[in-house]
C-alpha cells in the first residue's frame, strides 16, 4: 500500500494543472519546498499551494474533470487525455485515503468533480484542507510576491474567503484555530456572522470597541473591510511617530521610574538553576513546581524573579550602602492553562528593598506612586500565598496586578538574608491590558499575531 500521492507526483503525473475555476492548464515546471508546491503554467501564471495529497488540488488532479482548457496553454489533445484517461498510475499500487479529522466540517463537492478512476479517488473524502497556499499562507507572506498575487487575483477568490484565509496557524499562542479558506460559510438565521467570520472580527478587534451582537452591523465583508484599514492605518501611524512596541517601552518607562527612586537594575539569567524553585519553598508536590519549565541538565526557564534577587541582596549588602534598592524587569515562564489573563511567556518586574524603611506603609506608598505614575488604578487586598505566606495583593477589579510582601520570612535563612525588606511583583503584560482595556492579556505579549494589540494578518 502507499499513501495517497502528494500532490507534487499527482502534478508530475498528470503534467496538468487544474484552477480552482476548473480551467484546465499545462505545467511548464514546478519547484517544491518542504511544504509548498509553485507551479509555473504554460500560460505563465504562478500558483504556490500546499504540497499535501489531501488539498483540493490534489483531489481536483486525481479526478478528472475540467470545465474548460486554457487558451493560452495551448494544450495538446494528447496532454488532455493523458489527464483525463489517467492510465500512468500503478495499477499495483493501492492508493490509501490519509485520515481525515471528523469533526471538522465537510464541504460538498465542486460542481465538475466526478467519480475518478482509482479505488482511492472514488473514497476521496470531502476537503476540509484550504485549496490554495494562500489560505494557508500570512498574508503578508503571500503579498510579497508578485506570483502569490498573480494566484489570488486567477483564482478570484472571495471576500470572505481571502480574508479568512489571512488568519495563520495559531496554535502555539493558544489562538483560534486556522481558518479554511474552503470552508462552508454557514450562516445560521440567528447569527449574523459564522463563527470563522466571529473569529476574524475578533482578531482585527482591539478591545470592545464594536459589539458582535450588535444587528444593525454593516455585512461580514463591509465589517471586516472596515477593520482591516483601520488596523493598517494605526500601523502606519505608529511605523510613521512612535515605532515603540508597548511591552518594551512599558518596561523602559518602569525601568526609568524605578531608577529615579533609587532602585539599582538588575538583568540576570532567564535559564536558572532548578534548585533556586526548591529553595523558594516551592516543593515538587506544589503547583507552581508542575509550572516551571525544566531543561534536562538541572535547570529551568525562570517562573519569578526572587530567587536571584535574593542573592543579588546578599551580595550588595556586603558592598552597597543601607537599605539596598534593586529591580529586574524581563521574561518569566510559567505553563499555565488557558486564560485571557496568563501567559505561559511573561513579563515580570519585581522591586524589592532591604533594610531601613521596609515598611509596609513604605511599600504601600511606593505602590501607589508606581501605578499613579503608570496611570493604572488599584485597589489593595489582604492575600495569602504558599511562597511568602500573607501577601499584600494589588487588585485591579478582579485582576491581580501584583502580589507584594513584607519581610522578613523564614525563608529568608536559606537565601542568607537577615534584614527586613519589602518587595512588589508586577505582570507588565497585565498592566497593559488593563491600560488599553484589552480582552485577552495576549495582545500586549512577545507576539508574532499582536502588535501593540493590532492583528498581524492584515
Ligand atoms: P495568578 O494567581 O493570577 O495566577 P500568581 O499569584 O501566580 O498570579 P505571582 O506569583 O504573585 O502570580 O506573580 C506576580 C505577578 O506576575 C502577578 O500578580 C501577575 O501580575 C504576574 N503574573 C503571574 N503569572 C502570570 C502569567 N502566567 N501571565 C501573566 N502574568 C502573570
Ligand atoms: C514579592 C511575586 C524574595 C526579598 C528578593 C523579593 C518580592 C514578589 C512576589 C513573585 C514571587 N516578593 N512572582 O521578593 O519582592 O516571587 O512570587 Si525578595
Ligand atoms: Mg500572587
Same mark, same amino acid.
Given at each position: 500500500m502507499a499513501d495517497r500521492p502528494m500532490l507534487e507526483r499527482l502534478v508530475k503525473l498528470n503534467d496538468?494543472?487544474?484552477?480552482?475555476?476548473?480551467?484546465?492548464?499545462?505545467?511548464?515546471?514546478?519547484?517544491?519546498? /518542504?511544504?509548498?508546491?509553485?507551479?509555473?503554467?504554460?500560460?505563465?501564471?504562478?500558483?504556490?499551494?500546499?504540497?499535501?495529497?489531501?488539498? @483540493?488540488? %490534489?483531489?481536483?488532479?486525481?479526478?478528472?474533470?475540467?470545465?474548460?482548457?486554457?487558451?493560452?496553454?495551448?494544450?495538446?489533445?494528447?496532454?488532455?487525455?493523458?489527464?483525463?484517461?489517467?492510465?500512468?498510475?500503478?495499477?499495483?499500487?493501492?492508493?490509501?485515503?490519509?485520515?481525515?479529522?471528523?469533526?471538522?466540517?465537510?464541504?460538498?463537492?465542486?460542481?465538475? %468533480?466526478? $467519480?475518478?478512476?482509482?479505488?482511492?479517488?472514488? /473514497?476521496?473524502?470531502?476537503?476540509?484542507?484550504?485549496?490554495?497556499?494562500?489560505? %494557508?499562507?500570512?498574508?503578508?507572506?503571500?503579498?510579497?510576491?508578485? @506570483? %502569490?498575487?498573480?494566484?489570488?487575483?486567477?483564482?478570484?477568490? /472571495?471576500?470572505?474567503?481571502?480574508?479568512?484565509?489571512?488568519?495563520? $496557524?495559531?496554535?502555539?499562542?493558544?489562538?483560534? $484555530?486556522?481558518q479554511k479558506s474552503e470552508e462552508p460559510v454557514t450562516v445560521s438565521a440567528k447569527e449574523k456572522f459564522s463563527p470563522s467570520q466571529r473569529k476574524r472580527l475578533e482578531a482585527l478587534l482591539i478591545s470592545d470597541e464594536i459589539d458582535l451582537d450588535d444587528p444593525n452591523l454593516p455585512p461580514y465583508e463591509e465589517l471586516e473591510a472596515d477593520l482591516v484599514a483601520k488596523r493598517k492605518a494605526e500601523l502606519a501611524d505608529i511605523y510613521e511617530n512612535s515605532r515603540e512596541h508597548m511591552l518594551a517601552e512599558l518596561e523602559r518607562d518602569i525601568s526609568a521610574f524605578l531608577i529615579s527612586k533609587g532602585f539599582i537594575e538588575i538583568k540576570s539569567s532567564i535559564l536558572i538553576p532548578e534548585e533556586y524553585i526548591v529553595r523558594m519553598g516551592i516543593d515538587k508536590d506544589v503547583e507552581l513546581s508542575k509550572q516551571v519549565f525544566r531543561t534536562d541538565d538541572g535547570k529551568c526557564l525562570r517562573p519569578m524573579l526572587a530567587p536571584v534577587l535574593y542573592n543579588y541582596l546578599r551580595r550588595f549588602d556586603k558592598v552597597l550602602p543601607d537599605p539596598i534598592k534593586i529591580f529586574e524587569i524581563g521574561p518569566c515562564y510559567r505553563k499555565e492553562s488557558d486564560g485571557s489573563s496568563h501567559l505561559e511567556e511573561f513579563t515580570m518586574v519585581n522591586f524589592c528593598q532591604m533594610g531601613d524603611g521596609s515598611t509596609r506603609e513604605n511599600l504601600v506608598q511606593l505602590i501607589d506612586e508606581f501605578l499613579t505614575h503608570l496611570g493604572i488604578s488599584y485597589e489593595i487586598e489582604g492575600d495569602e500565598c504558599m511562597v511568602y505566606g500573607a501577601t499584600v495583593d494589588v487588585m485591579h477589579g478582579d485582576l491581580e496586578l501584583s502580589s507584594a510582601v513584607v519581610g522578613p520570612v523564614p525563608m529568608d535563612m536559606d537565601w542568607g538574608i537577615d534584614k527586613p525588606w519589602i518587595g512588589a511583583g508586577f505582570g507588565l503584560e497585565r498592566l497593559l491590558k488593563v491600560r488599553h482595556n484589552f480582552k485577552n492579556i495576549k495582545r500586549g505579549s512577545r507576539s508574532e499575531y499582536y502588535y501593540n494589540g493590532i492583528h498581524t494578518n492584515l
Open positions: 496538468v494543472w487544474l484552477s480552482r475555476k476548473d480551467v484546465l492548464h499545462g505545467v511548464k515546471s514546478y519547484d517544491v519546498s /518542504t511544504k509548498k508546491i509553485r507551479i509555473h503554467t504554460d500560460c505563465g501564471e504562478v500558483i504556490t499551494v500546499n504540497n499535501s495529497r489531501r488539498s @483540493a488540488s %490534489a483531489r481536483a488532479l486525481r479526478n478528472s474533470k475540467y470545465r474548460k482548457v486554457c487558451k493560452h496553454c495551448k494544450l495538446s489533445g494528447e496532454r488532455i487525455n493523458r489527464f483525463v484517461a489517467k492510465d500512468f498510475y500503478d495499477p499495483g499500487v493501492t492508493y490509501v485515503e490519509a485520515p481525515v479529522k471528523k469533526s471538522a466540517p465537510k464541504k460538498v463537492m465542486k460542481k465538475g %468533480a466526478g $467519480p475518478q478512476p482509482t479505488a482511492a479517488a472514488q /473514497t476521496a473524502p470531502a476537503e476540509t484542507q484550504p485549496a490554495a497556499a494562500e489560505s %494557508a499562507v500570512p498574508s503578508s507572506a503571500a503579498q510579497s510576491t508578485a @506570483a %502569490a498575487q498573480s494566484t489570488a487575483a486567477a483564482q478570484s477568490t /472571495t471576500a470572505a474567503q481571502s480574508t479568512a484565509a489571512a488568519t495563520q $496557524p495559531l496554535a502555539a499562542e493558544q489562538q483560534p $484555530p486556522a
